[in-house]
């Protein structure tokens, strides 16, 4: 039993060591955002995801300090606005705020 510790230890300390390996190094530490913000509504304004956008929008503006901009792109219960989403470049610069008919469209 004790030699079976030891070789589970062993295979612990490997794996963990692989983990870390994998991990990308930190590079230098960058304030974001460094340009204006888009967030994408994939509903009509003046809904409730539209509403709660607008409030985040304006606070993570004054708490940031860079321009949040809500945009609406509403049609085909928020599949233009996630596929619009998709298509963007991966760089944290436009967010969606949608509701659970994402992840239900998703299933269909």
Known sequence: MGKLRHVVAIVWVLCAGAAFAQ???AGPLTSYPTKSVRMLVGFAPG?????IARFYAQRLSASLGQTFIVENRPGAGGTIANEFIAKAAPDGYTLLMTGI???ITATI
Request: hydrophobic residues 45%.
């Open 23 to 25: 991990a990308p190094l």
């Open 47 to 51: 809904g409730g995801a539209d509403v």
């Open 101 to 103: 008919v994402h992840t």
